[in-house]
Nanobody
Framework: QVQLVESGGGLVQAGGSLRLSCAASARTLTPVGMGWFRQAPEKDREFVASINWSGASTYYADSVKGRFTISRENFKNTVHLQMNSLKPEDTDVYYC?????????????????WGQGTQVTVSS
């Protein structure tokens, strides 16, 4: 069983930056693929970024490519999402997810564990 806890959300002005972190309770995050998703009220959960267990393979949604960076520190059981040049449309609840394979996925249905979410609000 893996428990995930997100942190780092908050309120920021457009053009600003935030760094989200996801800490896992399991002894190790390897070999698990990790992802970040986001969801607004009454909307479907949306893929943001994913990373495989080694960190060598990453994927991004087109809407965040070039602005967001996903990374991981397996020795700390932590995954990060660095968000730069934030826009009001990035306002959402952001969720960290883990799956029981080394590879990541852009589909929420491939993930087995989820965090409780952290709110990100970008003001214009």
């Amino acid at each position: 069983q893996v428990q995930l806890v997100e942190s780092g959300g908050g309120l920021v002005q457009a053009g600003g930056s935030l760094r989200l972190s996801c800490a896992a309770s399991a002894r190790t995050l390897t070999p698990v693929g990790m992802g970040w998703f986001r969801q607004a009220p009454e909307k479907d959960r949306e893929f943001v970024a994913s990373i495989n267990w080694s960190g060598a393979s990453t994927y991004y949604a087109d809407s965040v490519k070039g602005r967001f960076t996903i990374s991981r520190e397996n020795f700390k059981n932590t995954v990060h999402l660095q968000m730069n040049s934030l826009k009001p449309e990035d306002t959402d609840v952001y969720y960290c997810a883990a799956r029981r394979t080394a590879e990541s996925s852009i589909s929420q249905y491939d993930y087995h564990y989820w965090g409780q979410g952290t709110q990100v609000t970008v003001s214009s």
